[in-house]
């Protein structure tokens, strides 16, 4: 059993966090910029709340971060009371929210400094994934600090893999999110369409997911399309961001990203309908509705 610090407690860091508790039997201390959180989870789950990254971090074997962007996880890590200054030595810090290449090497050797490992590792499969402890995790950073973190990391994840130095697990990401757009962006469009032929969309989609047009997206999320409901997971709002870090990414090493930037405005659309907080797959909305069926 490990002393392990959790930090921030949205909807993916706060199913992670229990996981660590429940199937792994550790002692966890968690954190989150709203204490009324922290308290409902650790009412929930048991465990410790503390006031700050820094006192969360005291005395722990690793800390774990799910947290929003790049200044967020600046905050905890280095800012005022952040959790590198109280990690004791060799101690790893694992890195789960999603952000740029940059801040994630920035951070490694900021941690190097200070005599702590600094790992980063974005994840893949949204809200019903981290509730189920079957995330896809995609790490960055020293390759001892990731056999050490790796059987922690297993308690919430049904893969993992080190993509190689700092910031490899955020490049890796941003390879995902590239793929679940365009991936979203088709499902979409052959959904719409077959709606304008006056198609049986089910009937479709139970013969064409047997083919080659398969897809998780295709499997989970084409009845909830169909029907226009789009509060299943990952936000548009964390879509645009994680993009813009995509794009960010593509114009420093060369990488021509042309489907990414247009579906990135198709996102932009589904913003100006009010859709901010719906999930991935409402990028159906912007389409229309045909009365045909």
Known sequence: MAKVAWLGLGVMGYPMAGHLKVRGGHEVVVYNRSAAKAEKW????????AATPAEAARNCDAVFACVGNDDDIRSITTGPDGAFQAMSPNTIFIDHTTTSAHVARELA???????????????????????????????????????RAEPLIRNFA???????????????????????AGVVQSLAEAIHFAECAGLDIEALIATISKGAAQSWQMENRWKTMHAREFDFGFAVDWMRKDLGICLAEAQSNGAELPATRLIDTFYAEVQALGGNRWDTSSLIARLGRTTKN
């Open 42 to 49: 650790r009412q929930e789950f048991g465990g410790e709340t």
């Open 158 to 180: 049904r893969s993992i893999r080190r993509m190689g130095p700092p910031g490899s697990g955020q490049l890796a990401k941003m390879a995902n999110q590239i793929a679940v």
């Open 109 to 147: 050797a900021t941690a190097t400094e200070r005599g702590v490992h600094f790992l980063d590792c974005p994840v893949s499969g949204g809200q019903a994934g981290a509730e189920g402890g079957v995330l896809t995790v995609m790490a960055g950073g020293d390759e001892n600090a990731f056999t």
